[in-house]
T-cell receptor, first 114, second 114 residues
Framework: DVKVTQSSRYLVKRTGEKVFLECVQD?????MFWYRQDPGLGLRLIYF???????EKGDIPEGYSVSREKKERFSLILESASTNQTSMYLC?????????????FGPGTRLTVT | QQQVKQSPQSLIVQKGGISIINCAYE??????FPWYQQFPGKGPALLIA?????SEKKEGRFTISFNKSAKQFSLHIMDSQPGDSATYFC?????????????FGTGTRLTVIP
């Protein structure tokens, strides 16, 4: 069973704080993704990575950065949290090649910035 | 801009009825169209997916209908059950790019009334 875990289910931070969201997958997947989910907007891709130390911007990278030092771990960093970054953050992973393009999601981290 | 447009935003169906959710896209390079199901407090999970070389795919009570010329696809849930109450997301991907990024619709919250 594929498992994607996220370090926190709920997080409350103050404006201006540096925030780290951690994601770990146990299926040796090459690809990892960070999304944010907001009502009425669906899931929007922030960053993705298709290999260790590689990263690509998604649709809404502004205000975020990422780190992938190990294959199984993908971190999302909010350099200086702002109230408009209050959201649900979802991590996902997938493999490359084969017939399956399924992305496996973690349970999400609900971040509140006050 | 939203690459995949989804409607309706919310849907209420009686138990035993048919639930229909519609999606449309513009980019003809999309070649993989999955539907994800998300229950409260959980991450989305793949429900069913289709490639554009077929017009319909059925898995149990869930059917995707695909209209390539109209660039539309829909999810039909037959004999809807209260346990189907969830948020449904359509998505599209260009699998040739390798990282299989998904472009998600805005989601439909389905409520099945007993």
């Amino acid at each position: 069973d594929v498992k994607v875990t996220q370090s926190s289910r709920y997080l409350v931070k103050r404006t201006g704080e540096k925030v780290f969201l951690e994601c770990v997958q146990d299926m040796d997947h090459e690809n990892m993704f960070w999304y944010r989910q907001d009502p009425g907007l669906g899931l929007r891709l922030i960053y993705f990575s298709y290999d260790v130390k590689m990263k690509e911007k998604g649709d809404i990278p502004e205000g975020y950065s990422v780190s992938r030092e190990k294959k199984e771990r993908f971190s999302l960093i909010l350099e200086s949290a702002s109230t408009n970054q209050t959201s649900m953050y979802l991590c996902a992973s997938s493999t490359t090649g084969g017939l399956s393009y399924e992305q496996y999601f973690g349970p999400g981290t609900r971040l509140t910035v006050t | 801009q939203q690459q995949v447009k989804q409607s309706p935003q919310s849907l209420i169906v009686q138990k035993g009825g048919i639930s229909i959710i519609n999606c449309a896209y513009e980019n003809t390079a999309f070649d993989y169209f999955p539907w994800y199901q998300q229950f409260p407090g959980k991450g989305p999970a793949l429900l069913i997916a289709i490639r554009p070389d077929v017009s319909e795919k059925k898995e149990g009570r869930f059917t995707i209908s695909f209209n390539k010329s109209a660039k539309q696809f829909s999810l039909h849930i037959m004999d809807s059950q209260p346990g189907d109450s969830a948020t449904y997301f359509c998505a599209a991907s260009m699998t040739q790019t390798g990282a299989n990024n998904l472009f998600f619709g805005t989601g439909t919250r389905l409520t099945v009334i007993p």
